[in-house]
């Protein structure tokens, strides 16, 4: 079966300083990997994705950049942390092959306060 | 332009009652309709999904949903609702492009009462 895990659960940051949030998908090879912003009692806003290790799209621009060093691996990361980073953040993932119809696997997410 | 609106951000009705939660969508093309649901401070997880075939789908603990066309909707419903079934409730559209173009609506907040 198939596993996702993220970390760490929750984070509370000083504005300015650095963040890296991860996330590992297990029993799944060559998945479709996603992060996802969610501002508190807000909907799903879409931030990168990526179908192949190394490649990684942009859908906002939030100061935030991600990488995808291993096939199973997911990096979200900034180097100065923004008041409006505060939220949500939410990994996924999804079959390849891009169909329509694919459902996305959501990890339990990380809580990011930003003071 | 493709949206999806969620016009009612909170519903409460009481434990037993029967729901329906709507969902209205914009776009032109033949769209691909999810219904995720959120338990408090969790990730999301799928309740069912449309893309063809019957115009009433199916989904996890009761949920059905029913596509229309015509009246660009994907309304959610359960006949008789439990206290666990109390979330946030997210209708999403799929457009061209599969998961990398989700269009997410803004959520319907559901409160089951006893």
């Known amino acids: 079966a198939q596993t996702i895990h993220q970390w760490p659960v929750a984070e509370i940051k000083a504005v300015g300083s650095p963040l890296s949030l991860g996330c590992t998908i297990k029993g799944k090879s060559s998945p479709n990997l996603y992060w996802y912003w969610q501002a508190t009692g807000g909907t799903l806003q879409q931030l990168f994705y990526s179908i192949t290790v190394g490649q990684v799209e942009s859908v906002v621009q939030l100061n935030l950049s991600a990488s995808r060093p291993k096939d199973d691996q997911f990096i979200l990361s900034t180097e100065k942390l923004l008041l409006s980073h505060s939220g949500f953040y939410l990994c996924?993932?999804?079959?390849?092959?891009?169909?329509?119809?694919?459902?996305?696997?959501f990890g339990s997410g990380t809580r990011l306060t930003v003071l | 332009a493709q949206s999806v609106t969620q016009p009612d951000a909170r519903v409460t009705v009481s434990e037993g009652a029967s729901l329906q939660l709507r969902c209205k969508y914009s776009y032109s093309g033949t769209p691909y309709l999810f219904w995720y649901v959120q338990y408090p401070r969790q990730g999301l997880q799928l309740l069912l999904k449309?893309?063809?075939?019957?115009?009433v789908v199916q989904g996890v603990n009761g949920f059905e949903a029913e596509f229309s066309k015509s009246n660009s909707s994907f309304h959610l419903r359960k006949a008789s609702v439990h206290w666990s079934d109390s979330a946030v409730y997210f209708c999403v559209l799929s457009a061209q492009g599969g998961s990398a173009k989700l269009i997410f609506g803004e959520g319907t907040k559901l409160t089951v009462s006893s």
């Open positions: 996924a993932w999804s079959l390849t092959g891009g169909s329509s119809a694919e459902t996305l696997y």
């Open positions: 449309y893309y063809s075939g019957d115009p």
